[in-house]
């Protein structure tokens, strides 16, 4: 089994800053990226960030380009989202994903069913 556990979420006022962390634990497997997904009641969830785990390059969404930022640890074998500059817009419930598997050249994955993984969410609310 392989387990991803998030934390960070909670209330901060708009343009205030959050930082979520995943960390992943339990079978060995190989990792080719990991990815921060969000959703809101009723929505579909939708792709924020994904960084491809052995090379550190990033990918992210149109609407949060310049305000957040994921990075990770090898050691800690921990995946973070940094998100600065918080609007009441970003209020949703954060999942991070790890993708398997090894590819030649760089691919970035945005869309939730080419994930292999998940965790249970962590709540981010944004107060105007």
């Known amino acids: 089994q392989v387990q991803l556990v998030e934390s960070g979420g909670g209330l901060v006022q708009a343009g205030g800053s959050l930082r979520l962390s995943c960390a992943v634990s339990g079978r060995t497997f190989s990792r080719y990226a990991m990815g921060w997904f969000r959703q809101a009641p009723g929505k579909e969830r939708e792709f924020v960030a994904t960084?491809?785990?052995?090379?550190?390059?990033?990918y992210y969404v149109d609407s949060v380009k310049g305000r957040f930022t994921i990075s990770r640890d090898n050691a800690k074998n921990t995946v973070y989202l940094q998100m600065n500059s918080l609007k009441p817009e970003d209020t949703d419930v954060y999942y991070c994903?790890?993708?398997?598997?090894?590819?030649?050249?760089?691919?970035?994955?945005?869309?939730?069913?080419?994930?292999?993984?998940w965790g249970q969410g962590t709540q981010v609310t944004v107060s105007s």
């Open positions: 960084i491809i785990w052995s090379i550190g390059s990033t």
């Open positions: 994903a790890a993708k398997s598997g090894s590819y030649y050249a760089t691919n970035y994955f945005t869309r939730e069913g080419e994930y292999n993984y």
